[in-house]
């Protein structure tokens, strides 16, 4: 009779042929290993490694991530009982009753003390369909001027559910067809691509901005999701259209616009294909005219019928807010006037230079210098021409690889690049905005070993500190419990600090790059999490009120600069741009 071995079973860790970890566990007899998934997201899907088909478990994951979402809008949002402006929640509501009540000449001149519109036309008209819709149900919800700050239950039910389907049928399936295009292209099997394509949806400052603090991101996060995955197959005037539409949404869709330049442009000399340049050229022209075609022909129609842009002043010329030294020279009373005034208005609307460099507290280079040197004392031209310095400085280098190198799978990257170096030089930034480059840098989980150790530390490392950053402007609307409930549980599905340190964990023998990720995101995780332990029980200095929020300022802004220098080497190493390089000399060497 055979007693047991005393030999204890080795553990291993295996990478899949994806980059998807699992745990091994093999004996010494040689007898076959038993696999298990090293994280819980990954358990949580175990049953369904064995699928050949996403429709098994693509309802599942849909169904999940919209019970999270409308969970998570039962808490209040941007403007609750917060007289007299009321927040987000409340701008988003009166651009409805603008754009329902009033005539098209007048959505961008009317009453712009409260809540004026300031976002490019295709969010006037997804308001003005949602404004038609709600007018249906209540009409009382947008009744001009009497229905300010208003705050009935009914109306938050509707106003939530417009955020919720508007995710579903744009950004929802746009990142769907993104990770199922990604996934074959770079053979990544479908358990794993669901694995990614919950944890892309579950991101936790996506559903906190749009789905708690109350806005309407994911349509352009969709719109530019399409873009990319236009782009994976193939289909470049496509891809032109969808980015025209994420601009036309929200001006913000710019952060992306140099790296989506680029590659179009390498694209088409790479190798060189003039037809292909034309018609990018021609297709992105028409989607523009089309995409501004109803405020010009409402404008029209409008002065036809007598009603002026800005009824206050009672047909008297005003000058135009843009080009102001020459509107002189235009004559108000010809036809074409109203196009220009409208197009005029919507550019000074959409792009407000004159605010300065930053408005608020954010956690990017320019807020974080001003704490050692106060910018408010130089003209606002020198900090203008200022950032745009920087700005085109940081983007450069990963224009001109994706340019070199327009491969379509290197896109994401490009974009996350590109997206932090606006997110840390450009002007006028907002918190919010940091949504932009955490989207390209986290469908990278799709890729191809996007699910291994290192790839998950570093997005993982860049949502959880994005979200952190975002927690003053949570905590001023009293969302602190959908702030650590949401970041917890993505972190814990992830595999992630504060949850679990074991990606940290090095097989074998340790390199210096594993090595340098461990001490730089440990020293963050401890920061963040001592900051949070720091600002719920210490008061700051009476004489310094804002040094906590200061702080966090400072040290979002340091990882920020520290994921972007990650992005762009990243980008550079997956170009093969170093490789070329070196297999060239090999060569010279050789001949």
């Known amino acids: 009779m055979v007693g047991p071995s005393p030999h204890k079973p080795r553990r291993k860790v295996k990478k899949s042929s994806n980059g998807s970890e699992v745990s091994s566990v093999s004996t010494n007899s040689g007898r076959s290993s038993i696999i298990k998934p090293t994280y819980p997201l990954a358990a949580f899907l175990w049953p369904a490694r064995s699928s050949v088909s996403q429709w098994e478990i693509l309802p599942l994951i849909l169904m999940a991530v919209g019970l999270f979402r409308w969970a998570a809008g039962l808490w209040g949002y941007s403007g609750f009982q917060n007289p007299p402006m009321h927040g987000d929640y409340e701008a988003q509501r009166h651009w409805m009753e603008i754009t329902t009540q009033l005539p098209v000449s007048q959505w961008y001149f009317h009453d712009l003390e409260w809540w004026g519109l300031d976002y490019p036309p295709l969010t006037a008209y997804h308001s003005w369909l949602l404004g038609k819709i709600g007018g249906l149900i209540d009409p009382s919800w947008f009744a001009l001027h009497t229905s300010r700050g208003l705050e009935d239950p009914i109306l938050k039910v509707f106003m939530r559910a417009t955020v919720t389907i508007s995710d579903y049928l744009v950004y929802i399936p746009a990142t769907v067809i993104f990770v199922r295009r990604l996934s074959k292209l770079q053979g990544v099997n479908t358990w794993t691509a669901s694995i990614a394509l919950t944890a892309i949806l579950m991101q936790p400052s996506t559903i906190l901005i749009d789905h708690v603090h109350f806005q309407y991101n994911t349509v352009m996060l969709g719109c530019v999701m399409a873009t990319m995955s236009s782009a994976l197959a193939g289909r470049y005037m496509w891809s032109c259209v969808f980015f025209v539409l994420a601009l036309g949404f929200k001006q913000m869709a710019l952060y992306y616009a140099p790296a989506i330049f680029a590659y179009l442009l390498g694209a088409c000399i790479f190798p060189r294909n003039i037809p292909r340049l034309l018609g990018i050229a021609i297709v992105t022209a028409a989607s523009f005219a089309i995409l501004l075609l109803p405020i010009f022909l409402g404008a029209l129609y409008d002065a036809y019928r007598g009603i002026d842009a800005r009824p206050d002043l009672f047909g008297h010329f005003a000058p135009l807010p843009i080009f102001t030294e020459y509107s002189f020279r235009i004559n108000y009373k010809a036809w074409y006037y109203p196009l220009i005034q409208q197009l005029a208005q919507v550019i000074h609307r959409v792009f407000p230079f004159a605010r300065g460099l930053f408005e608020d507290k954010v956690a990017n280079f320019w807020c974080a210098l001003n704490v050692v040197v106060k910018l408010r004392k130089y003209p606002t ?102 702030y650590y409930t949401l970041t917890l549980l993505w972190a814990y599905l992830l595999g992630l600090p504060p949850t679990s340190f074991a990606l940290y964990k090095q097989e074998g023998s340790p390199t210096w790059t594993g090595f340098a990720t461990t001490a730089i995101h440990s020293l963050f995780y401890f920061l963040m999490a001592g900051w949070h332990v720091v600002d719920a029980f210490l008061a700051p200095p009476h004489n310094k009120p804002d040094l906590w929020v200061v702080i966090n300022i400072g040290i979002g802004a340091v990882g920020f600069g520290i994921c972007y220098l990650w992005c762009l080497w990243s980008l550079v190493v997956e170009s093969g741009l170093f490789e070329s390089s070196t297999t060239e000399k090999g060569k010279a060497k050789t001949q």
Do not use: Y
Not at 431 to 442: G, N
Not at 450 to 472: D, E, Q
């Open 381 to 482: 031209e020198t900090l203008q021409k200022a950032s745009l310095v920087a700005t085109l400085a940081a983007i450069a280098p990963p224009c001109l690889v994706i340019f070199v190198k327009p491969r379509k799978e290197l896109l994401p990257l490009a974009l996350a690049t590109t997206a932090w170096a606006f997110f840390l030089f450009s002007f006028q930034v907002h918190e919010k905005s940091v949504l932009l480059p955490l989207m390209p840098m986290t469908v990278i989980l799709a890729a191809k070993h996007g699910l291994n150790k290192s790839t998950r530390a570093w997005v993982g490392f860049a949502n959880i500190l994005g979200t952190w950053t975002m927690f003053p402007l949570l905590q001023r609307v009293d969302l602190r419990v959908p």
